[in-house]
């Protein structure tokens, strides 16, 4: 999968020519996948809450038997929270069901894709049975971004592509 927002930006922010060739070909494993935190369908959504706290992580993965059926995130939390509801129900009455999910071998740039397309913080990794892996965060793949090209992330400006709305001066 091309991506083209990095390949059209990559000559004029002065990424090396072989950016997006490692997008395409290195997996998600290079970008050292968090743990993920599962918690049982019928756990009540107050003490996922408890332990989405206690780990101090944005999101559990909803697991029977180890195979992943949904995800619960602190956006889920918040819009609960703000509607008042019933915190004892169970959690797989809330979970976001069949969730966009990647493999270990999926490609950097076939995250980033998914994750920007669907406006995702966090995908589950699983296996081809579908049992949860690990989680890829935005964090994860910032930090692998930064290893691998910490000149171009440390020298980019607070807003590389701003244009003033109205010229300044007199």
Same mark, same amino acid.
């Given at each position: 999968m091309s991506i083209p927002a990095f390949g059209s930006a990559r000559a004029?922010?002065?990424?090396?020519?072989?950016?997006?060739?490692?997008?395409e070909t290195e997996t998600v494993e290079h970008c050292h996948p968090a743990k993920p935190l599962c918690a049982a369908p019928d756990d009540p959504i107050r003490s996922v809450l408890r332990m989405l706290?206690?780990?101090?992580?944005?999101?559990? *993965? +909803?697991?029977?038997?180890?195979? =992943?059926?949904?995800?619960? $995130?602190?956006?889920?939390?918040?819009?609960?929270?703000?509607?008042?509801?019933?915190?004892?129900?169970?959690?797989?009455?809330? *979970? +976001?069901?069949?969730?966009?999910? =990647?493999?270990?071998?999926? $490609?950097?740039?076939?995250a980033i894709a998914l994750m920007s397309a669907g406006g995702f913080?966090?995908?589950p990794i699983v296996d081809q049975d579908?049992?949860?892996?690990?989680?890829l965060k935005v964090s994860n793949i910032l930090h692998y971004l930064v290893e691998h090209f910490p000149k171009v992330v440390y020298t980019l400006p607070p807003e590389p592509h701003y244009?003033?709305?109205a010229r300044e001066g007199a």
């Open positions: 004029s922010l002065g990424f090396p020519v072989d950016f997006q060739l490692h997008l706290q206690e780990v101090r992580t944005g999101a559990a *993965m +909803i697991c029977l038997d180890g195979r =992943l059926l949904g995800i619960f $995130t602190e956006r889920d939390a918040l819009k609960l929270l703000a509607a008042g509801s019933d915190l004892s129900a169970p959690v797989a009455s809330v *979970m +976001i069901k069949n969730p966009v999910t =990647l493999r270990m071998n999926d $490609t950097v740039g076939h913080r966090r995908l579908g049992k949860v892996q690990g989680v244009k003033p709305s």
